[in-house]
């Protein structure tokens, strides 16, 4: 399984330094779209990263791709800016999707 990341330039060349070589620089929703739904095809694709402004911004289409499989995983991380205010939290998402329990701290 691969592991991809969808960011800005900063943030992909932090995690290609960490290791991941599959890194895509997008700047905002419109760039990010295309390079997800090739990352959905790639049946090697186990997690994807995406700050949370490219989350927050193609978060409909993230739930239409995801809904029906568990793979790939798609993470949020904040950017440069840091964390958004009061987000639901993707990974409790995911876990109460595919256990039924929710996650609470």
Do not use: C, Q, W
């Not at 960011?7 to 295309?34: C, I, Q, W």
């Not at 409909?60 to 029906?68: A, P, Q, S, V």
Request: glycine share 6%.
């Amino acid at each position: 399984m691969n592991i991809s990341v969808i960011a800005d330039h900063s943030t992909v060349t932090g995690f290609r330094l960490a290791g991941v070589n599959k890194g895509f620089e997008a700047e905002d929703g419109k760039d990010a779209l295309p390079i997800l739904k090739e990352l959905f095809k790639d049946k090697e694709a186990g997690l994807i990263i995406i700050t949370e402004k490219l989350y927050e911004e193609l978060d409909e289409e993230i739930k239409r791709l995801t809904e029906k499989r568990v793979t790939p995983m798609i993470v949020a991380i904040p950017d440069s800016k840091g964390f958004f205010d009061e987000r639901i939290d993707p990974i409790r998402a995911l876990v109460k999707k595919a256990v039924g329990i929710e996650i609470k701290y």
